[in-house]
């Protein structure tokens, strides 16, 4: 979900007097770096949530893909094109009033309000900038994103359908499975489950 405060520093942050390097130091910089930066999120858990099936799912039929992060950093770096330098960062959950969190080149981009803490979220971050983490002179990112070539199979460890999508709806996502070529298992949510047991 999208929160509001993405991309800004935190006003302690800016308030505490210290030290802001390079680009940083200028307020419009720090707002053109926007137009370069390119965010894949993710949500980070050992089991499913109902939270997050309820939140971005839209009607029955969904499906979500698990992997591991050492995976999606080693196919983000495989993949990247030159001139684009990518990173795989866990969020921060902060007080943008209080707390004074260390911010480096991409920090504004791994920050979140508390109120967003439920996501856990994990962000594969795409800068496209010189070697040095320049962006001037260089071209923002097209408005479309980009795309990064992956090996899905490498990938893609689980396909999850959702657990109140009908049984076609599993049978279609599996076929298309493997129809594409996917070695990967498709399964119903386990949050789909038989009655409850008393």
């Known amino acids: 979900m999208l929160d509001d405060f993405e991309g800004s520093y935190p006003s302690s942050y800016l308030n505490s007097g210290g030290e802001l390097h390079g680009m940083h130091e200028n307020p419009l910089t720090r707002k053109k770096l926007r137009k370069h930066v390119a965010i894949n999120c993710w949500h980070r858990n050992e089991y499913e949530s109902a939270a997050m ?5 839209k009607s029955d039929e969904g499906v979500a893909i698990q992997t591991r992060v050492e995976v999606l950093v080693e196919e983000l770096f495989e993949g990247a094109p030159d001139g684009y330098l990518p990173t795989v960062v866990p969020v921060k959950y902060i007080d943008f009033e209080r707390d004074t969190p260390e911010m480096g080149f991409i920090g504004a981009y791994r920050l979140k309000r508390k109120s967003f803490e439920h996501e856990n979220e994990v962000r594969a971050v795409v800068c496209k900038c ?6 001037s002179g260089v071209e923002a990112i097209p408005e479309s994103g980009i795309s990064i070539p992956v090996d899905l199979n490498n990938l893609i460890e689980n396909i999850f359908v959702s657990p109140t999508a009908p049984k076609w709806f599993l049978d279609l996502v599996s076929s298309s499975a493997k129809t594409y070529g996917l070695a990967c298992k498709v399964h119903q949510s386990s949050l789909k489950s038989d009655s409850p047991l008393y």
């Open 53 to 57: 099936w309820s939140l971005y799912l």
């Open 130 to 135: 010189d070697k040095d983490w320049s962006i």
